[in-house]
């Protein structure tokens, strides 16, 4: 008797353990990051791309959040805000708000891109330097960094128009102070252009890139103004886990210490698979069944302290 007394406090014990456990599991699926969203604004977001922290993949996570509704790309340089974003050719383009243009051209600041990131200048932009010194290094003759041929059609078309007196110019002034030039060319090079703009080292007051003509190289007011970057595609190494989410309405993510993939559901949990199998979640109970247990845990610790 004295046996069967004794033994009830362990069996008491396993119950509760037993009936605790599903607790442990409830972490993993509540996602620390908040929901996870398709769009920011009017631009769709798929995978590598997220709407923030634990969305999309951790790698472009640092550089792309959305913010008030506004697609952001951040670099060492600055915030740019995000035009569009191309997934079948793997291309985004980014605004710069102190780059000049054929209407507004002001004092702007530098542009980089970090060497290790996911993004890469596309050659097909066209970066011009304007109102830059005599002493630039980008008049190097020796560099050969500036293009003397057809690029100073980019110079002409900038400097007739009537934003170049923000800069300090007056409208169709010489072009002897304009440098179109190609900073993939100019990586490592030592001149201070690298992997984008370091405007004070190269002594000009702004820049402009235009990745597109608007079907009328002679108006730069249709000029298409922005900076075309290529992402890398190399990271659809998840692509099967994360079509797989995608198929059962989750948006692809990562989660935990070490970034794990992780399937961000609309109901606002999340899975290492899919979103099937979440029943449960998408119905809104899952807090029932967590205070359903925890209730049966406390009565049963309860009877075991009493009859102890």
Same mark, same amino acid.
């Given at each position: 008797?004295? %046996? ?57 996570? *640092? #550089? ?6 506004? %697609?952001?790309?951040? +670099? ?16 985004? !383009? ?20 970090? *060497? ?8 097909? &932009?066209?970066?011009?330097? !304007? ?9 190097? *003759? ?21 934003? !170049?007196?923000?800069?300090? /110019? ?22 201070? %252009?690298?992997?984008? /703009? ?26 298409? #103004? ?5 992402? &890398?595609?190399? #990271? ?20 935990? /210490? ?8 609309? &109901? ?24 359903? +247990? ?15």
């Amino acid at each position: 008797m004295l %046996l069967h007394t004794r033994s009830w406090p362990l069996i008491h014990i396993s119950l509760l353990l037993f009936l605790i456990r599903p607790l442990h599991a409830i972490p993993s699926i509540i996602p620390l990051n908040g929901t996870c969203h398709d769009t920011c604004g009017t631009i769709p977001l798929k995978y590598p791309f997220g709407s923030g922290f634990g969305c999309g993949h951790p790698d472009f996570a *640092r #550089y792309i959040k959305c913010t008030y509704g506004t %697609l952001q790309f951040s +670099t060492g340089s600055g915030i740019y805000t995000v035009s569009s974003i191309d997934y079948s050719s793997g291309i985004i !383009v980014i605004s710069d708000p102190l780059m000049s243009t054929c209407s507004s051209m002001q004092n702007s600041g530098s542009f980089t891109i970090d *060497r290790t990131s996911p993004f890469t200048i596309m050659p097909d &932009n066209i970066f011009v330097l !304007v109102g830059c010194s005599r002493t630039s290094p980008v008049f190097d *003759r020796n560099a050969d960094f500036c293009d003397t041929g057809s690029g100073l059609n980019a110079c002409r078309g900038l400097y007739s128009c009537k934003g !170049v007196i923000g800069i300090g /110019l007056e409208p169709n002034a010489p072009i002897s102070t304009c440098c179109v030039y190609d900073p993939i060319m100019s990586v490592g090079s030592g001149s201070g %252009l690298g992997s984008g /703009l370091d405007l004070p080292k190269l002594q000009c007051s702004s820049y402009s890139s235009i990745y597109g003509f608007g079907g009328d190289e002679g108006d730069p007011m249709k000029w298409q #103004y922005g900076i075309s970057l290529q992402f &890398n595609d190399s #990271y659809s190494y998840q692509s099967n886990a994360c079509r797989n989410c995608e198929d059962s309405g989750g948006i692809c993510g990562f989660s935990g /210490l070490h970034a794990s993939f992780a399937c961000n559901c609309r &109901n606002g949990v999340n899975s290492s698979i899919n979103c099937y199998g979440r029943g449960y979640a998408r119905n809104g109970t899952w807090k029932d069944k967590i205070q359903t +247990t925890l209730s049966i845990a406390g009565f049963l610790l309860s009877w075991m302290i009493a009859f102890s």
